[in-house]
């Protein structure tokens, strides 16, 4: 299974920008999907998360300025940031929960993360 992010860079403060995850492997069912992010000297923090059903849940630190939306056809997980400022800026990891079925046996991963993608918000 691999969770492969895409976009992010670099952005004036206020500005928009956007990362997709993509994953894929043997799953049979995706949970629920998201986002952390990691600032250096600062502690990991789960950004964002959607269920299966689109129901979202924000950090307080991004909420009315970030939007977290999923295509479950594709198995993909899209976080829309504005209004962004420099503290936004770090590596954004998406994150998923997901069943897969392998050799007639099903194990559930929880907290799956792949690989980040930076995000630079300069003031």
């Known amino acids: 299974v691999q969770l492969q992010a895409s976009g992010g860079g670099l952005v004036q403060a206020g500005g928009s920008l956007s990362v997709s995850c993509a994953v894929s492997g043997n799953i049979e069912s995706i949970n629920d999907m998201g986002w952390y992010r990691q600032a250096p000297g600062k502690q990991r923090e789960l950004v964002a998360v959607i269920t299966s059903g689109g129901t979202t849940n924000y950090a307080d630190s991004v909420k009315g300025r970030f939007t977290i939306s999923r295509d479950n056809a594709k198995n993909t997980v899209t976080l829309q940031m504005s209004s962004l400022r420099p503290e936004d800026t770090g590596v954004y990891y998406c994150?998923?929960?997901?069943?897969?079925?392998?050799?007639?046996?099903?194990?559930?991963?929880?907290?799956?993360r792949g690989q980040g993608t930076q995000v630079t918000v300069s003031s």
């Open positions: 994150k998923a929960d997901f069943w897969t079925k392998v050799a007639g046996s099903y194990t559930y991963e929880h907290d799956y």
